[in-house]
């Protein structure tokens, strides 16, 4: 049994800045990546960042040079670093984490998703 915690949403000025967190805990032996997705009213869900184990790490085009995500692998928790937001960033952020649980099983889980909620 694995659970997200996602913190770190709000209401934020176009301009402004935000980090969420998401840290995970439970049965994870090791985790093999950890992402952010979005999604906006009426749109489907995006990938908006991914880090892998070995740190590398991917951004939609759309928050490419604004939006930093990182993670502390002792606390396995991941963070996106959301800088020069606009409003079309507004949506309920989701992390996404794949691991190995301890009897190797490789699985995935989803936080419960944080709204944010950029301001003209």
């Known amino acids: 049994q694995v659970q997200l915690l996602e913190s770190g949403g709000g209401l934020v000025q176009a301009g402004g800045s935000l980090r969420l967190s998401c840290a995970a805990s439970?049965?994870?032996?090791?985790?093999?990546?950890m992402a952010w997705h979005r999604q906006a009213p009426g749109q489907s869900r995006e990938l908006v960042a991914v880090i892998i184990s070995g740190g590398t790490t991917n951004y939609a085009d759309s928050v490419k040079d604004r939006f930093t995500i990182s993670k502390d692998n002792a606390k396995n928790t991941v963070y996106l670093q959301m800088n020069s937001l606009k409003p079309e960033d507004t949506a309920v952020y989701y992390c996404?984490?794949?691991?190995?649980?301890?009897?190797?099983?490789?699985?995935?889980?989803w936080g419960q998703g944080t709204q944010v909620t950029v301001s003209s």
């Open positions: 439970g049965d994870i032996f090791r985790i093999n990546a």
């Open positions: 996404y984490v794949n691991y190995h649980s301890y009897n190797m099983y490789q699985s995935s889980s």
